[in-house]
C-alpha cells in the first residue's frame, strides 16, 4: 500500500475484513500505540501483550471510528491508554482511575502515522510546554504523559481531587491556546 493511504481509509478497510489493510495499519500506528502503553505501565512485556489486546480491539470496532469525533491516531491512542490503565486498575482494585479526557490535544502533534511526526509541530508542542505554569505543566505530563489518575495526582500533591481537575483543565486549555496562537 501507498504511504498516501490514510489512516483513516486504513481504518474503513480494516472494518471491512481488509486484513492488509490492518496490516498496514498495524505498522504505521504500532510505536506510537506501543509508546502511550509502555508510559503508563512502565514494563517492555506488559506493554508489548497489551499492545496485542489493542490491535484485537481495534481489528473489532474498527467500524465505530467515527471521523467527526476526532482522528484516527487520536482514537486509536484513547484504546490503548484506556486498555493499559484497565491493566493498571486491576493490579490495584482498591484504586479507581478517573481518567482526564481530551487528548486529541496531546497526541494531534504525532501526524498521521508514527513514522511521519512532525519535528516542528513537537517543538512546538515542546515551547507550548516551557510556556505553561510549573505546577499546570507537571499534573498534565503526569496525566496524559505518564498516566497518573486523578487521585494518584491528588495523593502526590496532596490535594483535593477537585483541585487536581482544575489544574488539569486549566493547564490543558492553557496549551491549546498556545498551540493555536503557534
Same mark, same amino acid.
Given at each position: 500500500m501507498s504511504s498516501a493511504v490514510t489512516l483513516e481509509s486504513l481504518l474503513e478497510a480494516t472494518a471491512s475484513g481488509?486484513?492488509?489493510?490492518?496490516?498496514?495499519?498495524?505498522?504505521?500506528?504500532?510505536?506510537? %500505540?506501543?509508546? =502511550?502503553? @509502555?508510559? /503508563?505501565?512502565?514494563?517492555?512485556?506488559?506493554?508489548?501483550? $497489551? %499492545?496485542?489486546? =489493542?490491535? @484485537?480491539? /481495534?481489528?473489532?470496532?474498527?467500524?465505530?471510528?467515527?471521523? $467527526?469525533?476526532?482522528?484516527?491516531?487520536?482514537?486509536?491512542?484513547?484504546?490503548?491508554?484506556?486498555?493499559?490503565?484497565?491493566?493498571?486498575?486491576?493490579?490495584?482494585?482498591?484504586?479507581?482511575?478517573?481518567?482526564?479526557?481530551?487528548?486529541?490535544?496531546?497526541?494531534?502533534?504525532g501526524g498521521q502515522d508514527a513514522e511521519n511526526v512532525d519535528l516542528a509541530d513537537l517543538e512546538t508542542l515542546r515551547f507550548c510546554l516551557g510556556e505553561m505554569k510549573e505546577d499546570d505543566r507537571n499534573y498534565v505530563l503526569l496525566a496524559y504523559y505518564e498516566g497518573f489518575s486523578r487521585e494518584e495526582l491528588a495523593e502526590r500533591f496532596d490535594s483535593p481531587v477537585g483541585t487536581i481537575k482544575t489544574r488539569l483543565r486549566r493547564g490543558l486549555l492553557a496549551l491549546r491556546s498556545c498551540l493555536e496562537r503557534e
Open positions: 481488509d486484513r492488509d489493510a490492518f496490516r498496514t495499519l498495524y505498522d504505521r500506528s504500532s510505536a506510537k %500505540l506501543f509508546g =502511550v502503553v @509502555l508510559r /503508563i505501565l512502565k514494563n517492555r512485556q506488559k506493554a508489548e501483550d $497489551v %499492545l496485542q489486546d =489493542v490491535y @484485537l480491539k /481495534i481489528w473489532q470496532k474498527a467500524g465505530s471510528y467515527d471521523p $467527526v469525533q476526532g482522528r484516527p491516531i487520536t482514537w486509536m491512542a484513547t484504546i490503548a491508554r484506556n486498555r493499559a490503565i484497565d491493566i493498571i486498575r486491576a493490579a490495584r482494585p482498591e484504586q479507581t482511575v478517573d481518567e482526564p479526557g481530551d487528548e486529541e490535544q496531546i497526541f494531534q502533534l
